[in-house]
């Protein structure tokens, strides 16, 4: 029988003690917390291995995680599982014959656990999330804490099952964007962004261009935030050490890398034990701080300023990334968005009011030294991008567009020959996104082989292409499968369906079902307030190269190769 020695007097005194068997201490009933506790306080000093008090330990951890993960409580299983997974490691090492049976319970568990939380915060529907509503408030917190969970796990013995990475890939992906979106307007956020995009980029392979853009703005923050070497405690410069240590560093430059971080760590050991070199106490983090400029990096100590359109990298067109010309009138529009309401919903009011007046809907664009109000710019996006707005929830529609739009931008290669555009995209964007103004024909020589599917501005537009297409007008290489579609027919006054959000639904499952029919590897989205969240749900779930133009697409892909014979 298992017994649990309770000593009265302190322990190991001699004096009076009482013996209670295990099973007495199970029928207290105790609430999980308290019944750990006790237990817990009963095993200081004990033996370690054959304890049975750290078995109990283990069973009553799992059991509190299962009855956690049945009634739904996240809190209580995640508190469970951190005594859990410690309880297991112990008794893992203290009884290797059965440690392989311990794994496996701690896994099927763990990955109850994962799908719960996934369920809870990744959308079935793959559609983009706006994590400044109420109910998203804890999403980057928690996507974090499982990440901290889920990849230490996987490296333990046991078989873990193939759906848990991908689990876990959405996850990391999920809190990612949460992380980034909330690094707009907090500057402490830039550490957790890092961080998770790090470890996305290490789940993807293939790694996109817009995780590779994100970790690297999200370091590029985190660098802008750091104190002065002085000023750097040492809790902050342990963690920076930890995070430089996960960066991807290219194979010619791995060897230096390790070094400059090996003198780190070191250097921070000797730190934290109050000591530098000959014995002089270290001040607050400035020695430590020095290793950090590696070998490495010494070839790029002066760095340049913003570099001209000439000077920015070529576009990638590589799979899975987004590839976007900037449009001024959506960036202003999604500056609004950000902002208060009221004016927003006093716009879309107005324009519900004016639907009938002509003369309202036919003067030209205002164009002044001033930016255009919320109702110029709402105005021009409704007739000239098909934009239209619900009668029951306007401002929902109009967020519709605004989430994955500005999803879209933060992952995109960018580019606009325009200074003012680039300079309305600066609020969201970084240095890093940029790219030169690329040419159609510059994508059209790497479409040889492969499959496209292209979503025009209207039936004329389409029209056009497919016809060139046929004639081989297109290829400016190999030839290459085209399938055409139109974007639907919403600019002021029609309303094809209830709003936006409708049309734009039917428009992603229109091309969801050319990609079932027959895989495509290139999506190309003419211009329109379609466009953007076009390109970043079908680039998303497909892992396509997605490019949304705000240019006319035979102007771009060139005119001469897209107009009719005869023109």
């Not at 959405?170 to 995009?197: E, K, M, N, S, Y």
């Not at 060897?255 to 034990?273: D, N, V």
């Not at 359109?309 to 950000?338: K, N, Y």
Request: charged share 20%.
């Amino acid at each position: 029988m298992s017994r649990s020695a309770i000593d009265t007097a302190g322990g190991g005194s001699g004096e009076p003690g009482v013996w209670v068997p295990l099973w007495r201490l199970r029928e207290l009933a105790l609430p999980y917390p308290a019944y750990h506790q006790l237990i817990a306080s009963l095993r200081v000093g004990g033996d370690g291995g054959d304890d049975p008090l750290l078995a109990e330990l283990t069973d009553a951890s799992a059991a509190a995680l299962r009855e956690a993960l049945e009634q739904g409580h996240l809190e209580r299983a995640l508190a469970a599982h951190e005594d859990l997974l410690g309880h297991v490691i112990e008794l893992a090492a203290a009884r290797p014959a059965v440690a392989a049976v311990l794994w496996q319970r701690y896994g099927e568990l763990l990955g109850q656990l994962a799908g719960q939380v996934h369920g809870r915060l990744v959308p079935r529907n793959g559609k983009p999330v706006d994590f400044s509503l109420p109910e998203r408030a804890g999403d980057a917190e928690l996507c974090l804490r499982m990440a901290g969970i889920l990849e230490p796990t996987a490296a333990q013995p046991w078989a873990v099952p193939d759906w848990l990475p991908v689990l876990e890939q959405q996850l990391v992906q999920h809190g990612a964007l949460a992380w980034q979106q909330r690094l707009r307007t907090d500057a402490d956020a830039a550490g957790p962004c890092l961080d998770l995009f790090l470890r996305l980029a290490q789940l993807l392979d293939p790694v996109p261009a817009w995780v590779d853009l994100a970790w690297r703005a999200s370091l590029e923050r985190l660098i802008e935030a750091l104190p002065p070497a002085g000023a750097l405690a040492e809790p902050e410069l342990e963690l920076l050490v930890a995070r430089v240590g996960r960066l991807p560093v290219v194979a010619e430059q791995r060897g230096a890398f390790e070094a400059a971080l090996l003198r780190a760590r070191f250097s921070l050991e000797l730190l934290q034990q109050g000591r530098v070199g000959n014995g002089r106490r270290a001040t607050e983090g400035s020695e430590g701080l020095e290793v950090l400029e590696a070998e490495w990096l010494e070839e790029d100590e002066e760095r340049p300023g913003p570099a001209p359109a000439a000077a920015l990298p070529a576009v990638a067109w590589r799979p899975g990334t987004l590839v976007v010309e900037l449009d001024p009138l959506e960036l202003q529009l999604l500056q609004r968005a950000e902002g208060p309401a009221e004016p927003l919903e006093e716009a879309l009011a107005e324009l519900r009011r004016r639907h009938h007046d002509s003369d309202f809907w036919g003067a030209a664009a205002v164009e002044g030294p001033e930016p255009p109000d919320s109702l110029e710019l709402l105005r021009r996006f409704e007739r000239e991008a098909g934009f239209y707005a619900t009668t029951h929830a306007p401002l929902e529609s109009l967020r519709q567009w605004a989430r994955p739009a500005l999803q879209a931008l933060l992952q995109a290669q960018v580019w606009s020959g325009d200074g003012a555009t680039l300079k309305l995209w600066q609020p969201w964007g970084q240095a890093s996104q940029r790219r030169q103004p690329p040419g159609g024909t510059a994508l059209l020589e790497r479409l040889g082989g492969g499959e496209v599917v292209l979503v025009g501005e209207g039936p004329e537009a389409v029209a056009a292409l497919q016809e060139a297409h046929r004639a081989g007008r297109l290829f400016a290489g190999a030839a290459f499968g085209l399938r055409c579609l139109a974007v639907p027919q919403s600019c002021h006054p029609q309303r094809p369906a209830a709003g936006f959000e409708h049309s734009l639904e039917a428009l992603v499952a229109a091309v969801e079902a050319l990609h079932r029919e027959r895989p495509f590897t290139v999506l190309l989205v003419g211009g329109g307030a379609y466009r953007l969240p076009l390109v970043q749900a079908i680039g998303s779930r497909y892992g396509v190269l997605a490019v949304a133009l705000a240019s006319p697409l035979a102007a771009w892909l060139g005119a001469e190769a897209v107009a009719e014979p005869g023109r």
